[in-house]
């Protein structure tokens, strides 16, 4: 997903699943900062106190990519949790090691990390490990039959989607070819075909198995389990028994259903920027709301945690220490973040026999 369904539906889903508008937007920022929180290292303050925070995501050609264990410690965690084939804990799927780390929608995996996240419902950073484990969690959708390392699962042959513009520019990219054969980190080698809602589309991966898509019906069923597992948080169920919840109320179902067929701009931003829109009109039954992301900069939760106004910082850098630094949304994201790598990599995923880190 790109920002306008990590951001803007993750919003949608967690008003719907009941909570204020200041609780969703800690939700919502923390949901879509996973995909900017791109730098990592120690901050250091000028009164000697110091805090090591870790990146949750890499740019695609980053050379980082190719470290294998910076593969491990980001795209396994926060974008391609693996799904184990669908099988339980005890249980493996049938063929290579390979296709216990492929990305699989809601499965038992993601349940475990669901219950993972619950488990800290009492603390400070409970709302921002929510927002986290919600990014992830919607990947497991659109992440689907990709795995978060390097390897030919991830290639992608004879694409064709119902936007042929689109299909003839993947064509013409010449990257692609290097992706695909060289690279195939993830869901690279399909570009953004995976990330936009209103796409169908098919293509062959590396072990030669013809895979349709319809990204519509799959962002549904994404956001449909999303509101339930929140409504589960919402009202304290550690169990996370989603079937017990109620979901999206069928009004706003349509409706975001009808948006994310029409709404079909080329960029994630723009249509980040058509979804805040519907909800500043009032286009979902909470009613209308003014929204906003600022992952940089000024008015940004980094800015207001230490003043950094810079996209990246060195490491050089030296920050005024404030009081408020420690119950700032910024930190409480990164205390978050940590806590729930630690507890994917190291207690969930040996459940089901597999050592990422």
């Known amino acids: ?35 900017d929180a791109t730098n990592s290292g120690i901050i250091h303050f000028k009164n000697g106190a ?31 949790l693996p799904g184990n084939g669908e099988k339980k804990a005890g249980d493996n799927p049938n063929g290579t090691f390979i296709r216990k780390l492929v990305c699989k929608p809601n499965s038992h995996v993601a349940h475990d990390m669901l219950r993972a996240c619950a488990n800290d419902m009492e603390k400070p950073y409970a709302l921002h490990r929510l927002g986290i484990t919600m990014h992830v969690y919607a990947d497991t959708w659109a992440h689907q039959g990709f795995a978060g390392v390097n390897h030919e699962i991830n290639e992608v042959h004879g694409m064709k989607s119902n936007d042929s513009t689109l299909d003839q520019r993947f064509f013409n990219k010449i990257a692609n070819y290097f992706l695909s054969e060289t690279f195939p980190l993830g869901h690279g080698a399909a570009l953004s075909h995976p990330d936009r809602p209103y796409l169908t589309w098919k293509y062959k991966n590396g072990l030669g198995e013809q895979v349709n898509r319809n990204n519509r019906d799959i962002y549904m069923n994404a956001v449909q389990k999303m509101c339930q597992a929140m409504q589960c948080f919402y009202k304290k169920d550690a169990t996370m028994n989603l079937e017990s919840m109620p979901g999206l109320p069928e009004q706003d179902f349509n409706t975001i259903r009808a ?41 940004s939760w980094k800015h207001k945690a230490i003043g950094q106004i810079a996209a990246s910082d060195t490491g050089r850098e030296v920050f005024p220490f404030r009081k408020s ?32 880190a």
């Open 259 to 299: 948006l994310l067929t029409s709404i079909q701009d080329d960029s994630g931003e723009e249509r980040h920027t058509q979804w805040l829109q519907e909800i500043s009109r009032g286009s979902f039954s909470f009613g209308a709301e003014n929204v906003s992301y600022i992952p940089k900069g000024i008015g």
């Open 325 to 356: 630094f420690l119950r700032s949304d910024w930190k409480m994201f990164h205390d978050a973040l940590q806590a729930h790598r630690l507890e994917v990599l190291h207690d969930i995923l040996p459940k089901y026999g597999i050592s990422a």
């Open 1 to 35: 997903m790109q920002i306008d369904g990590h951001h803007s539906l993750t919003y949608i889903a967690a008003r719907l699943a009941g909570f204020t508008r200041s609780k969703a937007s800690i939700i919502a920022y923390s949901a879509q900062y996973v995909d």
């Open 50 to 80: 110091m805090y090591s925070r870790i990146s949750s995501a890499h740019k695609m050609l980053d050379y980082r990519n190719s470290d294998e264990l910076a593969n491990h410690r980001v795209w396994i965690p926060f974008h391609f």
